[in-house]
């Protein structure tokens, strides 16, 4: 898996201390507030494993599963995977998302949470956010890393669903993705 591994983005400790960061920050705008943290599965487990441990708060935990690329393209269209939502009614929802890339996951996220949950606020945080114009109108409040437009993997984020537990944020050699493509 290493030798796959063109270039290091983010090592693990530096992914880690952005992350005590934005906890403490998360920590105190969400004090005195009931939260719900959403996570967008798969690609934000690990993300929302070590981030969630660095939040004192009495929160609670639910995930969305959804899904919209195919390899290293988006596929423009998202798919909820369940139809049943946590009730999440008067409550301060924040969705944690692995990477903001187009907008389209996020904001038809956002979406439908907004429209279909009675939760009191709905903000969301993402590990990386690439530096690329969004096809939809959304912003992430919360953001780990700015990065360029490449393709990552790592730290939960998958190549057609490899790579996912690398522990750092890397860019896959051109080998590696024509090897692993469907
Ligand atoms: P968007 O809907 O904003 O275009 O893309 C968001 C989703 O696409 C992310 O949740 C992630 O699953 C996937 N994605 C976008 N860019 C990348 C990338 O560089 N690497 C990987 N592995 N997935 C990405
Ligand atoms: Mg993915």
């Not at 708060?57 to 596929?75: A, F, I, R």
Request: glycine share 6%; hydrophobic share 40%.
């Amino acid at each position: 898996m290493e030798a796959d591994i063109a270039r290091v983005l983010y090592h693990e400790s530096t992914i880690l201390s952005r992350l005590d960061e934005l906890a403490a920050r998360i920590t105190a705008d969400y004090r005195e507030k009931e939260l719900t943290v959403v996570a967008i599965l798969n690609g934000s487990f690990i993300f929302m494993a070590d981030l969630l441990r660095r939040v004192p708060l009495p929160l609670q935990l639910d995930s969305w599963s959804v899904s919209s690329y195919h390899g290293t393209k988006t596929s423009g269209t998202i798919q909820f995977r369940q139809t049943q939502i946590a009730d999440v009614r008067g409550r301060h929802v924040l969705l944690l998302d692995d990477i903001l890339d187009s907008g389209l996951t996020l904001h038809a996220i956002r979406d439908r949470m907004e429209k279909e949950s009675g939760a009191a606020s709905v903000r969301s945080c993402v590990l990386l956010r690439k530096m690329v114009p969004r096809t939809c109108p959304v912003e992430a409040d919360y953001v780990g890393f700015d990065i360029p437009d490449e393709f990552v993997v790592g730290y939960g984020l998958d190549y057609n669903e490899r790579y996912r537990n690398l522990p750092y944020i890397g860019i896959l050699t051109e080998e590696a993705i024509r090897r692993n493509a469907l």
